[in-house]
């Protein structure tokens, strides 16, 4: 009898990814199940958030990136997370402060216009996911394939699902999309306390959240949360911006706002003031252009008063998110903070103030949601055991109904996976479709709200008016995106539901990207492969070609002198290959004809070395 | 993969009673989520991703409704036929009508700019909610008086008061907009 195989296998990795506004990280958790950063090509673990295509047709992300910001502005973009999952019309107050250029034609998907080419901005993330996916394999030797994704807790359904897309067309398997907040919770919590709320003030280069969690035993329950998903550091960066740029306009007597090069190179210059801001209380924007130079001298007093509507921006989401999670201020044993803008000594003294507690700083701001993110890709791949995560939906959801009324199904803050049934009939007699209009937000009427989708259900038998029965199920799933299913009440068989988003890309069109990138992403894996093997073959010929002229060489009998110089010569055959395994073989196979070689060697310059020595 | 129930006390392992531990319900909730999360079934088969959803779906919904009392009183009643819910609570009680009655000439006389009819909004907006904090009261009566006795009558009973909750309810919660957003 033949035993079952049984295939244990080796656990399939999971990364961390923090794909954020201004930077970009991804992380795992080390053998000891410690969660850590994995540095770039660079040596640097935070990738700049931004994306160039260079002349040749080449896309570069990252700091190299970032230089062409200047030298390309338009062939590069950043800050592409404000535009994920927004239609034309909504990002028109985005557009008069950043140097986004929309390609025509764009309605309900936005595609940026990157030199001769269109890049929606799901593909443009995904370029950013592609080279975090290639970091951390080059760093851990093995393909990535599986990622836990974070994103702000106030994202809505369609920039969750346009998160998922961007990760889909990477050609990764996005196993789980988690709140950011909650991600920093996770990775404070786990060597730190076992119970208590914890609140999470989260000011990234874009997004505001804010959360308050519950702890217990290793589970970490979000009671409620609140934010804004355009609120953060590049708003601050563009107040002094503009403050530059009308200086700039009266000192030099020209208008400069509409250089690309020179509005980058001013953003770079206030920046640097700005982060200098945190640790001195005065210094300069210096700032030169085409020979000119621009200077003012920035005091922390005068930058607070600029900044300080927008750090007042932050304390409504909080009072709302302390009284929808039922607790009082005093119950509230910690604040953790996060995100760059948090280094800000303004908004420091205001979280402390608002919550009355010190808050904790322990972790670095701009690593502690990818970490948190590693963290969370443990626990779904089974390494981390205890810890579990009960996030909440941000916003509540509804369907239009009569008079453009909202009803809401599931209400904001409820723990997800949520669901709802709600059961839909007929208006007039033999009426085969019933349309219905699913929206996000806490407003009564449908057009203050955030249009989610329309979903038609399809194909209803003919019957007289209110008849029929449609019994729709809104699920909401552990990722916060909305799944829509129906069934028709009567005859228990399925309904089918034809899906028009609102904004966003359909399924098709992420396919298609998919198909088009995924070759590209195995091609790239492989050629790294097989250069790295070249690599290893040319150090062996190197090696063997100078012993040949070693005496030890001479010693070796015919037969492993010919046997050395086959397996050299397969080698060689093999290694404009593109198998890397097969070039690896070869190496091996060379390898292990010359141990003897080194070794002989080895004694020979140890007896050299020794008839040398007078004594 | 058992099936799980679709009925939230059975889901819970509870008797269905009105009066409710809720530390226990919590530590409950807890247990089940480490059991059905879905965080637990990421690199399981499709169906039993599914089975993981569908699960701590109505899991999350049960745990939302059981905890709040109105919403668990709700639940119950409906399990028991008595499924009237929103229409009970758009007619006026009979021994509120002349109350509403004043409470609208006076949110009509605010509404107009006639801010001394404040204090007697401020008056009213005590009144209701002494009134719904009464009604809490003989709620939980009430909750105690159906599981010691499970007579279909408290049930009744019970319907009719969390109408007039509703009702009250909704006339503090406009008394509230009013006086506040006339401040405002």
Request: glycine letters at 6%.
């Amino acid at each position: 009898m033949t035993p079952i195989q049984i295939d244990f296998g080796k656990q399939e990795r999971v990364v961390g990814i923090d794909l954020g506004t201004t930077n970009s990280l991804v992380g795992y958790m080390d053998a000891a199940q410690h969660p850590s950063v994995i540095p770039g090509e660079d040596g640097d673990k935070l990738v700049p958030s931004v994306v160039t295509l260079t002349r040749k047709g080449d896309v570069i992300v990252g700091n190299k990136a970032r230089a062409a910001l200047i030298d390309e502005p338009d062939r590069t973009v950043y800050s592409i997370k404000r535009l994920m999952g927004r239609g034309a019309g909504d990002v028109q107050e985005e557009l008069k402060l950043f140097p986004f250029r929309i390609a025509e034609g764009s309605e309900s998907v936005i595609r940026i216009q990157l030199g001769e080419r269109t890049f929606t901005p799901p593909e443009i993330s995904a370029f950013i996911l592609r080279q975090l996916k290639k970091n951390a394999e080059a760093f851990l030797g093995e393909p990535v394939t599986k990622a836990v994704v974070t994103v702000p807790a106030y994202f809505n359904d369609a920039q969750r699902q346009a998160t998922k897309d961007a990760g889909r067309i990477a050609g990764m398997d996005v196993l789980r999309l988690v709140n950011e907040p909650t991600a920093a919770a996770l990775a404070y919590g786990l060597d730190k306390r076992r119970d208590g709320i914890v609140a999470v003030y989260d000011l990234g280069g874009g997004t505001f959240d804010i959360s308050i969690l519950k702890l217990h035993d290793g589970i970490f329950e979000v009671l409620a949360t609140n934010g804004d998903t355009h609120l953060g550091g590049d708003d601050i960066d563009n107040r002094l911006i503009h403050i530059a740029l009308e200086d700039v306009h009266s000192e030099w007597g020209k208008d400069i706002s509409h250089y690309g090069d020179a509005v980058q190179t001013l953003r770079r210059a206030v920046i640097e003031a700005k982060e200098r801001l945190s640790f001195v209380p005065a210094t300069n924007i210096e700032f030169a252009y085409k020979g000119k130079k621009y200077q003012r001298e920035i005091t922390r007093e005068v930058f607070e008063k600029l900044i300080a509507d927008i750090v007042d921006r932050t304390l409504g989401p909080c009072r709302n998110c302390i009284k929808d999670a039922g607790v009082a201020v005093e119950q509230i044993d910690e604040v953790v903070l996060v995100g760059g803008s948090t280094r800000i000594p303004m908004v420091r003294n205001a979280v402390e103030t608002l919550f009355r507690a010190k808050p904790h700083t322990d972790l670095n701001p701009d690593e502690v949601v990818a970490l948190g993110a590693a963290v969370q890709a443990g626990i779904l791949s089974g390494t981390v055991e205890n810890q579990l995560l009960l996030d909440v939906t941000p916003l509540s959801l509804g369907i239009e109904t009569m008079g453009g009324v909202v009803s809401k199904l599931i209400h904001r803050n409820s723990t997800i996976p949520a669901s709802a049934t709600e059961t839909f009939t007929t208006a007039v007699d033999g009426q085969r479709n019933v349309l219905i209009h699913v929206l996000q937000g806490e407003r009564e009427l449908a057009k203050d709200n955030r249009s989610l989708a329309r979903f038609d259900l399809k194909d209803i038998d003919p019957l007289p008016a209110g008849m029929a029965r449609i019994e729709v199920r809104f699920l909401i799933d552990a990722n916060g995106i909305l799944n829509v299913t129906a069934r028709d009440a009567r005859t228990g068989k399925e309904q089918s539901v034809d899906i028009k988003p609102s904004y966003g890309l359909t399924d098709e069109q992420v396919e298609a990207m998919i198909s088009e990138s995924i070759d590209r992403a195995e091609e790239d894996f492989r050629a790294r492969q097989v250069a790295e093997a070249r690599v290893e073959a040319d150090r062996i010929l190197a090696a063997v070609d100078k012993a040949k002229q070693n005496d030890a060489y001479l010693d070796l009998t015919d037969q492993e002198r010919n046997d050395i110089t086959r397996a050299l010569n397969e080698l060689l055959v093999v290694y404009h290959s593109d198998d890397h395994l097969l070039i690896r073989a070869k190496i091996e196979q060379l390898n292990n004809l010359t141990m003897k070689l080194a070794e002989n060697m080895i004694n020979t310059a140890v007896s050299s070395a020794l008839k040398g020595t007078k004594i | 993969m058992n099936p799980v129930s679709s009925n939230y006390y059975d889901f819970f392992g509870l008797e269905h009673k009105l009066d409710l531990d809720l530390p226990d319900l919590e530590k409950r909730f807890y247990s089940l989520s480490r059991q059905y999360h879905p965080d637990r079934y990421t690199l399981k088969s499709r169906e039993e991703q599914q089975y993981a959803l569908d699960a701590t779906a109505i899991l999350n919904d049960a745990y939302r409704t059981l905890r709040d009392p109105l919403a668990r009183a709700e639940y119950l009643l409906k399990e028991n036929g008595f499924d009237i819910g929103e229409q009970g609570s758009k007619n006026v009680p009979p021994e509120l009508l002349e109350e509403v009655f004043e409470l609208n000439m006076a949110l009509e006389e605010l509404r107009g700019g006639d801010d001394s009819a404040r204090p007697a909004l401020e008056e009213a907006r005590k009144k209701f909610v002494a009134m719904r904090e009464q009604i809490d009261s003989d709620l939980r009566g009430q909750f105690t008086e159906y599981d010691r006795a499970r007579d279909r009558n408290v049930l009744a009973e019970i319907r009719g008061i969390l109408n007039r909750r509703r009702y009250v309810r909704n006339l503090v919660n406009e008394v509230e907009k009013e006086l506040t957003g006339a401040a405002a």
